[in-house]
């Protein structure tokens, strides 16, 4: 009764009584030891072939190469790269089968086109490039290896959530995973038709541009493809 009567007392001073203080003081200690969930780990550290982390993603690993994360994003960045640099040649090399000749001839030098071809390993005429573009192909080179190396490496220079190719150039702001599905798939296609290229002017000493001509579509293959003895 007495502690009722306490109670009670406390109540009508308005006054919080001690058993309501301590209740309130359990309740804040149980709260602050609380255990805080832990941040989920970066995607690039636990993404797998056919998680479709990556854009173009197709599950497809039948020699089972990437059988790990970090062998995954080491894959991805070489496919990356080679993507963009074939996507960069198979514009450029009818381009400069294209301009180089009328070029020369407004400057006044020698064409490096070899029989209409763009020089190549397997159509020669690199010796004839000026030494001035490779050094300037190789600081360019350098140079943008230097922006993303740290990120590919992650030697504390990329965001959490980094993943392979991601070198923070995005001038328009048009990043998104419509983008990046279509920029892997476009590379793909421009590795396969550069390779094309390469063959095809070697094996049939003709032009990528006279390959690519409709107006003697209707000659037979003989006449308008002469072929390599």
């Known amino acids: ?19 309501a203080l301590r209740s309130h ?14 941040p989920p780990p970066p995607a690039i550290s636990v993404m797998r072939v056919g998680d479709k982390t ?7 690993d039948p020699l089972q190469l990437a059988d790990s994360s970090d ?10 790269k080679h993507a963009r640099l074939a996507m960069l040649a198979a514009a450029g090399w009818p381009v400069a089968e294209l301009v180089n000749a009328p ?4 400057l006044g030098v020698d064409t490096l086109l070899q029989d209409g071809r763009a020089p190549s390993i397997l159509n020669g005429g690199l010796g004839s490039v000026s030494l001035v573009y490779w050094v ?11 922006k993303s190396i740290d990120m590919q490496l992650n030697t504390g ?20 995973p419509a983008m ?24 049939l000493c003709t032009p990528v541009l006279a390959l690519m001509s409709f107006d003697e579509c209707s000659l037979p293959l003989t006449q308008r493809l002469p072929l390599r003895p």
């Open 1 to 19: 009764p007495s502690a009722m009567l306490a109670l009670a007392v406390f109540a009508f001073s308005g006054r919080p009584s001690p058993l």
């Open 25 to 38: 003081a359990v309740m804040q200690e149980s709260v602050a030891e609380a255990p805080v969930a832990p």
């Open 54 to 60: 990556l854009a173009g993603d197709w599950g497809f």
């Open 71 to 80: 062998k995954l994003a080491y894959y991805r960045e070489a496919e990356v």
């Open 103 to 106: 070029l020369s001839k407004l």
């Open 136 to 146: 300037a192909i190789l600081g360019l080179a350098v140079f943008v290896e230097n």
């Open 157 to 176: 220079a990329r965001s959490a959530d980094y993943l392979p190719g991601m070198i923070g150039f995005d001038p328009l702001k048009k990043d998104s």
């Open 180 to 203: 990046r599905a279509a920029e892997i798939l476009n590379g793909r296609i421009a590795m396969v038709a550069i390779t094309v290229f390469a063959l095809e002017e070697v094996r």
